[in-house]
């Protein structure tokens, strides 16, 4: 147990709705990562928040949005969901302890599979 | 960009040693982690490194060596509940603006009696 958490654990949807999943942190960690997962393939960045604003972001077109709370959970909304959406979706905390460049160990929460059909 | 390496399967007895290897290139290293996932899981932490050298964590070690690019996962001792996916990742700040995490696509450990 990490103390991360992710909600719902399952989520169907059909191709062109919306979908929001939710993450909360590791209580003391101010830096939520959200990651993509395929079938078979290693996760794939998506974005970071820290302290509630963006820090980085993938190769994920603007569809792909998120927001941190002032609690430091987070949420992931996808827009106009297509097929290749379907994915386990994983949230990860951290603390970077103030410099948003430094980063102790990621940890990961149990994900949301989403399934678009 | 990134370019993170590593088997797609291996096949090792109960008891025995495996090494797992990764190779990787990337423009801003910050250190590599090794991150065991379960099927249908989450992965879970298993090492870090940022330095050259030998990591040793109870039957898990790691090993860097930057120069190379090259790191290797070892466990020792195995046993059936280490079949699973061991993940590297590289963890890189300057391509995105964040330091975030890249991860090759697993090496799938299967532990035989």
């Known amino acids: 147990e990490t103390g991360v958490t992710q909600s719902p654990t399952h989520l169907i949807k059909t191709r062109g709705q919306q979908v929001t999943l939710r993450c909360s942190s590791q209580s003391g960690h101010n830096t939520v990562s959200w990651y993509q997962q395929a079938l078979g393939q290693g996760p794939q960045f998506i974005f970071q928040?820290?302290?509630?604003?963006?820090?980085g972001r993938g190769n994920f077109p603007p569809r792909f949005s998120g927001l941190q709370f002032p609690n430091y959970s987070s949420e992931l909304n996808v827009n106009a969901l297509e097929l290749d959406d379907s994915a386990l979706y994983l949230c990860?905390?951290?603390?970077?302890?103030?410099?948003?460049?430094?980063?102790?160990?990621?940890?990961f929460g149990p994900g949301t599979r989403l399934l678009v059909l | 960009g990134q370019n993170i390496d590593q088997p797609t399967e291996m096949t090792a007895t109960e008891g025995a040693i495996v090494q797992i290897n990764c190779t990787y290139q990337?423009?801003?290293?910050?250190?590599l982690f090794w991150y065991q996932q379960h099927a249908g899981e989450a992965p879970t932490f298993l090492s870090y490194?940022?330095?050259?050298g030998l990591e040793e964590k109870g039957r898990f070690s790691s090993f860097l060596s930057r120069s190379k690019g090259y790191s290797y996962l070892l466990l020792k001792e195995l046993q059936m509940k280490d079949s699973a996916s061991y993940l590297c990742?590289?963890?890189?700040?300057?391509?995105?603006?964040?330091?975030?995490?890249?991860f090759g696509t697993g090496t799938r450990l299967t532990v035989i009696p």
């Open positions: 990742a590289v963890r890189d700040y300057i391509q995105t603006g964040a330091n975030n995490l890249f």
């Open positions: 490194n940022v330095l050259d």
């Open positions: 990860a905390s951290s603390n970077p302890g103030g410099d948003r460049r430094r980063q102790e160990t990621q940890y």
């Open positions: 928040y820290y302290r509630e604003e963006e820090n």
């Open positions: 990337t423009s801003g290293f910050n250190g």
